[in-house]
């Protein structure tokens, strides 16, 4: 079955600390995001991709970095976590093409950053 | 600039009840839109797109949704909700342009018994 994973599900970090989210897609699709939700924000884009090899900046980037080595995972790495980063994060992927616009999601990543 | 903007953080109906959610959008043009459903502790999944053509556009579990270009709205309507209804719903625009979407702050939505 098609379907967007990430791991870990729950996360701990201490600020300062190296954290990496992943991401696998069996969708085939072209098209990957990371997001963070907040309450209070919805939504919103941090990072996504077009392809193998191709990452861009979303609306808020900063303090994020982002790698797409395949079409099935794209990782989001916060080199430097602080508490302000602590959220949930959503991966999620799209075909493009004619239905370009539609995404699938994930399960979440919850981030506490202390 | 484009923009989406859902009205009511929180609606609570009674189980049973009709429903609507509203959407506003600010777009030029036509645009795609999209209502999306998060349930607890899930990740969102789509519940209908609208792509220029038939103004009402139909999704899962007796949703549907009507896009009026005269009042820039995409409201989600659903005639008698269930309990498992109670989500947050969210409602996105594609700008054509890109591959990204502008998102709603989405409505959370409270049945009652």
């Known amino acids: 079955e098609a379907a967007v994973t990430q791991s870990p599900r729950n996360k701990v970090a201490v600020t300062g600390g190296k954290v990496t989210l992943s991401c696998n897609q069996t969708?085939?699709?072209?098209?990957m995001y990371w997001y963070r939700q907040d309450t209070g924000h919805g939504l919103r884009l941090i990072h996504y991709?077009?392809?193998?090899?191709?990452?861009e900046k979303g609306d808020i980037p900063d303090g994020y970095k982002a790698s797409r080595p395949s079409q099935e995972n794209f990782s989001l790495i916060l080199e430097l976590a602080t508490p302000s980063q602590t959220s949930v994060y959503f991966c999620a992927s799209g075909p493009g093409g004619v239905n370009y616009a539609e995404q699938f999601f994930g399960p979440g990543t919850r981030l506490t950053v202390l | 600039a484009q923009s989406v903007t859902q009205p009511d953080a929180r609606v609570t109906v009674s189980e049973g009840a009709s429903l609507q959610l509203r959407c506003k959008y600010s777009?030029?043009?036509?645009?795609?839109l999209f209502w999306y459903v998060q349930y607890p502790r899930q990740g969102l999944q789509l519940l209908l797109k609208y792509y220029p053509g038939d103004p009402v556009v139909q999704g899962v579990n007796g949703f549907e949704a009507e896009f009026s270009k005269s009042n820039s709205s995409f409201h989600l309507r659903k005639a008698s909700v269930h309990w498992s209804d109670w989500a947050v719903y969210f409602c996105?625009?594609?700008?054509?342009?890109?591959?990204?979407?502008?998102w709603g702050s989405g409505t959370k939505l409270i049945i009652k018994p």
């Open positions: 777009y030029f043009g036509t645009p795609y």
């Open positions: 996105a625009v594609s700008p054509h342009s890109n591959y990204q979407l502008i």
């Open positions: 969708n085939n699709h072209n098209n």
């Open positions: 991709s077009y392809g193998a090899g191709s990452t």
